[in-house]
């Protein structure tokens, strides 16, 4: 509750949480919110400027910028978004596992993790789309696969750092359940290490599957998609630029967004770096109200 009272007083992480709430309804809303059918053809009205019926005119196929980008941040930021969720709960549960019990189940969760950590994510992600074949649903399930050993690795240091509490020690010694022990006394202080790690991962998340389906290789067509929508309008980028304007922007917006959230949420749930700021702010002279009255009298 604290830190949503605190975000009202920082204008740049409440923009940040607005647009990315603004966006993810707006996808999720996408049949009652898109001006016109996304996946319908007027080719008399190809590469058309925009107008007061299309607002972000038509592409290659007279078909509505502006809806298509309403309905591409469904696979964009939604199913990212549900890709993401997975990743963070298997990593969550097995970086719990590792990082209470330890001993051989810790060394071998570990191992695992350190296997798939030791490819580059892109190249690994590619090859698992080479074997599966190209699609959305087989890049969501490549991040998947790579996504969770980060996380795993992640929160089992934030457990490890936790579980040698003296809380967590009481509860041992009078017999309480292991797992009882990790849902009451461990997963409320390492939910704020989860959240600044998926929050990060967010957005270089989106980039990739954006990436991904520019080159052709994530969602196909009719379907919309960000990244799809730059390729599309890649072969007439320099006699009508504009048409990689709306996709290009919405990329950029929207991971900028969840950037600047991501520093928020990391300083707001770190009560180290909390202190930090405020320590800093008192030096660069935005001082306390006790400090200004030291001053003035």
């Known amino acids: 509750m604290k830190m949503w009272k605190n975000m009202l007083q920082d204008k740049l ?11 993810m309804v707006t996808g999720l809303f996408a049949p009652f919110i898109a001006p016109h059918d996304p996946y319908e053809v007027h080719m008399v009205l190809r590469y058309a400027g ?37 990743s963070v709960g298997i990593g969550a549960m097995l970086g719990f596992i590792a990082g209470y019990f330890r001993g051989k189940i810790d060394a071998l969760l570990m191992r695992i993790c350190d296997v798939m950590l030791s490819f580059p994510g892109t190249v690994m992600t590619l090859a698992i789309v080479g074997i599966l074949g190209v699609g959305l649903e087989n890049i969501l399930t490549a991040f998947i696969l790579m996504k969770w050993a980060w996380f795993a690795r992640v929160i089992r240091t934030a457990v490890l750092q936790y579980s040698e509490s003296d809380y967590v020690k009481f509860s041992k010694a009078i017999g309480v359940k292991p797992f009882k022990i990790i849902y009451r006394h461990i997963v409320p202080v390492t939910l704020s290490d989860i959240a600044v790690t998926a929050s990060s991962s967010f957005g270089s998340m989106i980039l990739q599957i954006s990436g991904f389906s520019f080159l052709g290789l994530g969602i196909q067509a009719p379907h919309a998609e960000w990244g799809m929508m730059l390729n599309e309008a890649r072969g007439v980028m320099f006699s009508r630029p504009e048409f990689m304007v709306a996709p290009a922007l919405s990329i950029m917006i929207v991971v900028s967004a969840i950037h600047f959230f991501s520093d ?34």
Do not use: M
């Not at 992480?13 to 966006?23: H, N, P, Q, R, T």
């Not at 909390?274 to 200004?292: E, I, M, N, V, Y």
């Open 50 to 86: 925009s107008s007061w019926t299309y607002w972000l005119g038509n592409d290659h196929l007279g078909r509505c910028i502006l809806s298509r980008l309403i309905y591409g941040i469904r696979p964009s930021i939604l199913w990212v978004f549900a890709a993401l969720a997975v």
């Open 264 to 297: 928020y949420l990391q300083v707001a749930l770190n009560p180290k770096l909390r202190t930090s700021k405020h320590k800093a702010g008192d030096f660069a002279g935005t001082t306390t109200p006790r400090l200004q009255e030291k001053e003035v009298a």
């Open 13 to 23: 992480a409440l923009l940040s949480f607005s647009i990315i709430s603004l966006v």
